[in-house]
Nanobody, 118 residues
Framework: QVQLVESGGDLVQPGGSLRLSCTAS????????MSWYRQAPGKERELAAR????????NYAGSVKGRFTISRDNAKNTVYLQMNSLKPEDTAVYYC???????????WGQGTQVTVSS
């Protein structure tokens, strides 16, 4: 049974930091590129950050570049999103996403709420 379980979402003040975690099970984690997407109220889901399965190459949306850092620990089947200098516009549900490099299978987590507000 495939599972992606996110954690770490919370209410934080502007300028604060959070670290999201996503722990995977039921598939070969090291063979999957991992991403964090986010969806704000009334908006479409958008890619925030991605890390490759092979060499750890990372990509970021322009709006989070320099503030967010994605990383993965294949030994723990976990991907992280370190979010610094948070802004109210970062408020969204954050989703973990996996896509197999060879299988092209796709999996989504259930989402974790991040709210940035004073």
């Amino acid at each position: 049974q495939v599972q992606l379980v996110e954690s770490g979402g919370d209410l934080v003040q502007p300028g604060g930091s959070l670290r999201l975690s996503c722990t995977a099970s039921g598939f070969s984690f090291s063979l999957y590129a991992m991403s964090w997407y986010r969806q704000a109220p009334g908006k479409e889901r958008e890619l925030a950050a991605r890390v490759s399965s092979t060499d750890g190459t990372t990509n970021y949306a322009g709006s989070v570049k320099g503030r967010f850092t994605i990383s993965r620990d294949n030994a723990k089947n976990t991907v992280y999103l370190q979010m610094n200098s948070l802004k109210p516009e970062d408020t969204a549900v954050y989703y973990c996403y996996a896509r197999g490099d060879i299988s092209r299978r796709e999996y989504w987590g259930q989402g974790t709420q991040v709210t940035v507000s004073s």
